[in-house]
């Protein structure tokens, strides 16, 4: 394993944190080129969440992939599209770096909860106008070959965790910045296939922004896997006792899931 650390965007505060599988002679089978994940922990866009930055990074580093871990900029440093232009720079980047032995058309978002809203954020959002008139046009460099949105924050309705919405808009509930950040509104044919779950019982992001940014999803014939777990609560990240407290082995299938889902999406097998 290769570790390196880069700011996607000089002087904003924002780093990535790569997990790089390396070449070895020994082994034929070890490729050239792998797939990557760039993980988006939650926090509220108050701060980043550790449960779900390395404890997350690994296991998908243990399936194959090259894995960065995205750690942006939060409070008031997160107006003005700050995070998502850093996550753009970051898959961007990762796709114009042959040294990293990415594959550069395989790419995924991976978040949790506000960092779900950042993920999906640069799902639907990489070609916006008006995200664009902030970061400038990339040529679809940014934009992510799939996505994963764990219990995410997706709406900016009754259903939405205000916090998030809040603090990425820096606009109160009801307004035009704080309803731009309704993500099932901008979904389209553009928009890159997703895989989703939640817990019907999440007491801090309700289920209603999995269901609906579903449904979406499915207008816009876009390709999508979703599970609803019946119990657990929010912020569960890999379900182990180590990232949520106590093991929950029955929600902890989601991350065997994901990543099934993933392997198809990219035609990968390691």
């Known amino acids: 394993m290769e570790l390196l650390t880069f700011e996607p965007v000089p002087g904003s505060g924002a780093s990535v944190q790569a997990y790089l599988h390396t070449p070895v002679w020994e082994m034929s089978v070890r490729r050239e080129r792998y797939p990557a994940v760039v993980v988006c922990p939650g926090g509220a866009y108050a701060f980043v969440s550790q449960r779900e930055a390395e404890p997350v990074a690994l296991p998908f580093f243990a399936r194959g992939y090259n894995v960065f871990v995205l750690t942006y900029t939060c409070g008031e440093q997160a107006r003005d599209f700050a995070p998502l232009i850093q996550l753009s720079e970051t898959v961007r980047r990762i796709r114009e770096t042959p040294q990293w032995r990415v594959d550069p058309e395989h790419i995924a978002v991976c ?64 307004g035009e910045r704080y309803r731009y950040f309704a993500l099932d509104e ?85």
């Open 111 to 174: 978040g949790f909860s506000a960092g779900g809203h950042l993920a999906g954020s640069l799902g639907v959002l990489w070609n916006d106008p008006e995200f664009l008139r902030h970061y400038g046009d990339r040529s679809g460099k940014n934009r992510p070959d799939a996505m994963l949105l764990c219990y995410p924050v997706l709406l900016a309705n009754a259903y939405t965790h205000e916090e998030s919405i809040r603090n990425v808009s820096g606009d109160v509930p009801g």
């Open 186 to 270: 901008h979904v389209s044919a553009s928009t890159c296939p997703t895989f989703l779950w939640h817990t019907a019982e999440d007491g801090g992001v309700p289920v209603e922004n999995t269901l609906l940014f579903a449904l979406a999803l499915q207008k816009a014939r876009v390709p999508f896997e979703a599970h609803v777990f019946p119990t657990g609560g929010h912020g569960l990240s890999t379900c182990t006792a180590e990232t949520c407290g106590t093991a929950d082995p029955y929600n902890g299938r989601w991350l065997g899931l994901a990543m099934d889902w993933l392997d198809r999406q990219f035609g990968f097998t390691l």
